[in-house]
């Protein structure tokens, strides 16, 4: 059994979930959000036997956090399953992009999702906020694991996941949730628990499950911190909930749990920041992103100077223009890439006087080169297709997408991952 590791009690600041019977809880974190589904033709649905996959996902929790005191589950499921070395993110190493490669094998100039803020010429801003931005399908290309199950006739739910809200090719997941990260933690475990045991016509074979515990702190207090730990010892309690209740309900021989992260976090500081306008002049440019990396439109007639003047500015960034990014790093093959693209040396912050005056980020920052040890992303799995005991080397998040269709028995749709690379982690 998994013992839940001691952690502080959340505060819920929803009065109206304090008040909720645990039935009514129970109800409101199962059923279908209120935003109605695009209505898709009926699909056979088969039996109910073959294996489902919980994919849970750890935002910033770094992949050698599973080293620290508080990560008493995560490593219990690391003995007895896979865990990697270390989980290689894709350019730029945040949240929104990192999310949908995971569940799409894409890298991000492939599916569209190239930042957490970006700029397209026809559907005009996407911000993480903006539920109507999120929510709309055209921003999202390629094809989430989510429709591939409910496509060939396996029900799929969603606890959060980025692009879950958006009818993509006309499918949702049969159960969604809209995002509120103040949704308590251990309801959401207990919700996904309640999806795999619903009746063999609803039953869900393909589950995402969220939580930002980690990321936040990382951000606001810094990896190496004692808020991290607080916050590495929340999630792992979860772990643990989730992993009683799946054998509780005797679902261990189908149920596999894939636990990941998006990147990892480095350590910031006053100074080790770029500011843009010590540089140049603010009215030259749009200014669509920044932080670890600065996505830059500069006006028009005013590319060639604002891109020669950066070049010079500082040691501590790199200056490309579009299409002249390293290829390793996948970041040319899109048009929502500004024209010029700016990445900050490891702990380093790119913005202006005025942004950092709101918001300073000086604890913790991610979205640096993706090879960058720093931001390693946790793997570490567990269930009936994995072996046991065993250590992954090193490997891309492009993979997962294969990896998951290979374990329900899914044909993928066309992506930039193979099965090769992650086919060592299953049993033969």
């Not at 949704?183 to 939580?211: C, G």
Request: net charge neutral.
């Amino acid at each position: 059994a998994f013992s839940r590791s001691p952690c502080h009690p959340q505060r819920v600041k929803l009065s109206t979930l304090r008040w909720l019977s645990p039935l009514l809880l129970f109800t409101v974190a199962c059923s279908r959000s209120n935003a109605p589904s695009v209505p898709v033709s009926p699909r056979p649905r088969p039996s109910t036997n073959g294996q489902a996959v919980v994919l849970l996902s750890l935002d910033g929790f770094r992949w050698d956090y599973l080293d620290r005191p508080a990560a008493i589950n995560l490593r219990r499921l690391s003995q007895q399953g896979v865990h990697a070395l270390r989980m290689v993110p894709s350019f730029p190493s945040i949240t929104f992009p990192n999310h949908y490669t995971i569940v799409t094998g894409l890298y991000p100039e492939h599916h569209g999702i190239i930042d957490n803020t970006m700029r397209d010429s026809s559907l005009g801003w996407f911000r993480m906020s903006d539920t109507a931005a999120v929510r709309n399908a055209a921003w999202w290309g390629g094809e989430p694991i989510w429709v591939t199950a409910e496509k060939q006739g396996r029900h799929a739910g969603a606890f959060f996941w980025p692009g879950s809200e958006a009818a993509i090719e006309g499918v949702r997941p049969s159960r969604w949730m809209t995002f509120n990260d103040r949704f308590p933690n251990a309801p959401r475990v207990d919700s996904v628990l309640a999806w795999l045991t619903l009746p063999d016509s609803q039953a869900m074979s393909m589950i995402t499950l969220y939580y930002s515990d980690v990321d936040h702190a990382g951000h606001a207090a810094g990896p190496d911190s004692p808020q991290v730990d607080s916050a590495i010892a929340r999630v792992d309690s979860m772990i643990g909930r989730l992993m009683d209740g799946i054998a509780a309900r005797g679902l261990g021989g189908r149920v596999n749990v894939i636990v990941v992260a998006d990147h990892g976090m480095t350590a910031t500081a006053p100074d080790r920041v770029v500011f843009l306008d010590d540089y140049i002049s603010l009215n030259d440019v749009d200014i669509v992103s920044s932080g670890a990396i600065g996505a830059l439109t500069p006006k028009p007639g005013k590319l060639d100077e604002v891109y020669r003047k950066l070049e010079d500015a500082n040691p501590h960034i790199a200056v490309y223009r579009k299409g002249e990014v390293p290829a390793r790093l996948h970041y040319n093959d899109n048009p929502r890439i500004t024209p010029i693209v700016l990445l900050a040396d490891e702990g380093w912050i790119i913005t202006t006087h005025a942004q950092f005056a709101v918001r300073k980020l000086l604890g913790g920052e991610h979205g640096y080169d993706n090879q960058l040890s720093s931001m390693g992303a946790l793997f570490v799995a567990r269930g009936p297709a994995f072996r046991e005991g065993f250590t992954m080397l090193p490997f891309q998040n492009i993979h997962i997408y294969d990896l998951i269709c290979r374990i329900m028995a899914l044909t993928p749709a066309p992506n930039d991952g193979s099965l090769d690379s992650t086919r060592a982690m299953l049993r033969q």
